[in-house]
């Protein structure tokens, strides 16, 4: 069973929507209460672990969240610093050609969750390192 399941990086939505809601401070109270009667803490957490999530519902958490459906879909922290790299080289491109329609608020709101992403990350090791020191 060594096919190419390693090689083909499966985003999780569920996962992202997590992520991102963490990052912004959102309880999953907050967000069930953003998207209506419908919905509760646990049904949020149950969709937090759905690697796939419908594009309408994934349009209500972006209205609710105010992150691009894309962010969503796409996540992963490798791809985020390519994305992250290329839109900085066309945003300057757009700006030198005189582009009024270009702007850098959402790449700045991405940036900043990417950080406080990793910050968070780093978090977690040093303190499971802490943890480890600790059990020796």
Same mark, same amino acid.
């Given at each position: 069973? $060594? ?5 083909? @990086?499966?985003?999780? =939505?569920?996962?992202?929507? @997590?992520?991102?809601? =963490? ?19 646990? @049904?949020?957490?149950?969709?937090? $672990?759905?690697? $796939? ?10 209205? &609710? ?5 894309? &962010? ?5 922290e ?11 080289? =066309? ?11 270009? $702007? ?7 940036? =900043? ?8 990350e ?6 499971m390192?802490?943890?480890?020191? @600790?059990?020796?």
């Amino acid at each position: 069973m $060594t096919h190419s399941n390693a090689m083909e @990086k499966k985003i999780h =939505e569920g996962r992202n929507v @997590k992520r991102f809601r =963490e990052m912004l401070g959102i309880k999953q109270e907050m967000l069930a209460y953003e998207l209506g009667d419908d919905w509760n803490q646990k @049904k949020i957490s149950i969709l937090e $672990t759905k690697e $796939t999530i419908d594009v309408p519902l994934l349009q209500q958490i972006s209205a &609710a969240l105010k992150i691009p459906v894309e &962010a969503f879909q796409n996540f992963d922290e490798e791809q985020a610093v390519n994305i992250i790299s290329n839109t900085f080289q =066309e945003g300057s491109v757009a700006n030198n050609s005189g582009s009024l329609n270009y $702007t850098f608020n959402p790449l700045e709101k991405v940036m =900043e969750l990417f950080e406080r992403l990793l910050a968070s990350e780093r978090e977690k090791v040093e303190l499971m390192k802490e943890i480890l020191e @600790k059990m020796k």
